[in-house]
């Protein structure tokens, strides 16, 4: 099974609305990985947090890890039809949560 | 540099039957990792190669099984095909084992008729 638990498992939102996923842990992470997999290709790399209350940004992308490290959040800011995708936390294990699926109406 | 290679894209088989799978990494990486991913279950982990050596193991079933070559490249094979084993089985590599940043390859789509 999943060795994270990732909220919400779908997300429909307006374009220019915010969008935010969390991942949840019972262990504490040496480190935890998000990817996005647009709608039939694969997933992709987007960021790696290894520090206690970490917070990375990628323009509108907010990426942040828990001061427990045993949470993470990813934030995007006004969202846009690019943005459509499944969004999935990995633990340091390399086990994939469970995924956010997101679709933006225009 | 070329990306993670995956073949066939596309196959289908029939209950019983056995598939073998080939992974080609980015060239110089060592560490290739297979996934399943399927609507329901979404993308499971089934195992993890580094220098020839299965490093990590997901939970599946002895019907599942792999293997990496000198050059990295990896297979992985399973036997005795049920209905249920259908999904896209997805290569990823990274330059070493363990949490390391993981390149997908586009995936095999198995069928299993």
């Known amino acids: 099974g999943q060795q994270v638990m990732q909220i919400p498992q779908y997300q429909h939102v307006q374009e220019g609305e915010d969008f935010t996923t969390y991942c949840n842990s019972s262990?504490?992470?040496?480190?935890i990985q998000w990817y996005k997999q647009r709608p039939g290709g694969h997933p992709v790399f987007l960021i790696q947090?290894?520090?206690?209350?970490e917070v990375k940004k990628q323009k509108r992308l907010t990426f942040q890890f828990g001061e427990a490290k045993k949470n993470s959040s990813l934030h995007i800011t006004a969202t846009q039809t690019t943005d459509v995708g499944t969004y999935f936390c990995?633990?340091?294990?390399?086990?994939f949560g469970a995924g956010t699926r997101l679709t933006v109406k225009p | 540099k070329a990306g993670v290679t995956q073949t066939p894209r596309y196959l289908i088989k029939t209950r019983g039957q056995q598939v073998t799978l080939s992974c080609s990494p980015i060239s110089g990486h060592r560490s290739v990792s297979w996934y399943q991913q399927t609507p329901g279950q979404g993308l499971q982990f089934l195992f993890e190669?580094?220098?020839?050596?299965?490093?990590n193991k997901g939970n599946f079933p002895g019907r599942f099984s792999g293997r990496q070559f000198s050059n990295s490249r990896s297979e992985m094979n399973v036997s005795t095909l049920e209905l249920g084993d259908s999904a896209l089985y997805l290569c990823?590599?990274?330059?070493?084992?363990?949490?390391?940043?993981?390149?997908f390859g586009a995936g095999s789509r198995l069928t299993v008729l």
């Open positions: 990995v633990d340091n294990d390399m086990r």
């Open positions: 947090l290894v520090k206690s209350g």
């Open positions: 190669y580094f220098s020839e050596t299965q490093r």
């Open positions: 262990t504490t992470l040496s480190n």
């Open positions: 990823a590599s990274s330059f070493v084992a363990g949490a390391n940043v993981l390149t």
